[in-house]
Nanobody, 120 residues
Framework: QVQLVESEGGLVQAGGSLRLSCAAS????????MGWYRQAPGKQRELVAS???????NYADSVKGRFTISRDNAKNTVYLQMNNVKPEDTAVYYC??????????????WGQGTQVTVSS
């Protein structure tokens, strides 16, 4: 079984920093794109950032210059460094990974979600 396990989020003051991590485990053959999404109350889930196996990144305009996504392929882990956070960054953050299991099943997997709250 393949799963994604996220680190705990937390409460951070505006202007502060927070780092999220997400580790994939289980019967993994390959991990393709990994990313972070977020969902604020009353809003749709949106892409925050994504990163390919080769390290190419993509960011939502709202987080460019403040958030950095990275990954450690040896550890099957993706990170999201959040700097200069704003109250509008408050949301549940979900890790996402496009993975192929050793049984050949390729699909998107989701973490359990972690709450990030930014106080003003």
């Amino acid at each position: 079984q393949v799963q994604l396990v996220e680190s705990e989020g937390g409460l951070v003051q505006a202007g502060g920093s927070l780092r999220l991590s997400c580790a994939a485990s289980g019967s993994i053959f390959t991990i393709n794109v990994m990313g972070w999404y977020r969902q604020a109350p009353g809003k749709q889930r949106e892409l925050v950032a994504s990163i390919t196996t080769g390290g190419s990144t993509n960011y939502a305009d709202s987080v460019k210059g403040r958030f950095t996504i990275s990954r450690d392929n040896a550890k099957n882990t993706v990170y999201l460094q959040m700097n200069n956070v704003k109250p509008e960054d408050t949301a549940v953050y979900y890790c996402n990974a496009d993975m192929t299991s050793i049984r050949g099943l390729r699909r998107a997997y989701w973490g359990q979600g972690t709450q990030v709250t930014v106080s003003s």
